[in-house]
Nanobody, 121 residues
Framework: QVQLVESGGGLVQPGGSLRLSCAAS????????MGWYRQAPGKQRELVAS???????NYADSVKDRFTISRDNAKNTVYLQMNSLKPEDTAVYFC???????????????WGQGTQVTVSS
């Protein structure tokens, strides 16, 4: 059984910062790409940022130069540092990872349960 558990969401004023964490646990053989998605009310889920197991990153244009994704492979954890937050960043943020479980020949995508980020004065 593989689980992704996010933490770090909350309420922050515009211009503030938050750091999200997502830890993968369970019967894991290998973790490939990890990423963060978000879904605002009435909108589709969208990619925020992703990072490969070698450290290559990709960002949505709307968060470039404000958000930074990183990972600690020893801890099976991915982070999202969010600076200069705007009200339009308000959404539920979901962690995502492509993982090969122990005893499996293939890979599959796992999702966390989501953490709410609200940017408001």
């Amino acid at each position: 059984q593989v689980q992704l558990v996010e933490s770090g969401g909350g309420l922050v004023q515009p211009g503030g910062s938050l750091r999200l964490s997502c830890a993968a646990s369970g019967s894991i053989f290998s973790i490939y790409a990890m990423g963060w998605y978000r879904q605002a009310p009435g909108k589709q889920r969208e990619l925020v940022a992703s990072i490969t197991n070698s450290g290559s990153t990709n960002y949505a244009d709307s968060v470039k130069d404000r958000f930074t994704i990183s990972r600690d492979n020893a801890k099976n954890t991915v982070y999202l540092q969010m600076n200069s937050l705007k009200p339009e960043d308000t959404a539920v943020y979901f962690c995502n990872a492509r993982i090969s479980p122990l005893g499996s020949l293939g890979q599959r995508v796992y999702w966390g349960q989501g953490t709410q980020v609200t940017v408001s004065s």
